[in-house]
């Protein structure tokens, strides 16, 4: 599971998540970012791209492991 948290104060509205990632980030305006905090495991990869193109920094991803019993093969 992914989950995600967006520093709104650092936020400048650039908008490149919203373009990189279209499923997750959307912008109200043009200031406000709205975004889904848990996204689908499938947008992992457009998730770090716009984690990493925006200008200030202000995705921060954190990757959820499953607790090991939800694993198969887990411990």
Known sequence: M???????NRCQGYAQCAFLAPEIFTMHGDEALL???DPDE????KL???????PVQ??????VD???EA???GR
């Open 2 to 8: 992914v989950s995600i948290a967006v520093d709104l």
């Open 35 to 37: 975004y889904d905090p």
């Open 42 to 45: 499938a947008h992992r990869e």
């Open 48 to 54: 770090a791209q716009a984690a990493a193109a925006c």
């Open 58 to 63: 202000a995705i921060l991803v954190d990757a």
């Open 66 to 68: 499953e607790p090991a």
């Open 71 to 73: 694993v198969p093969g």
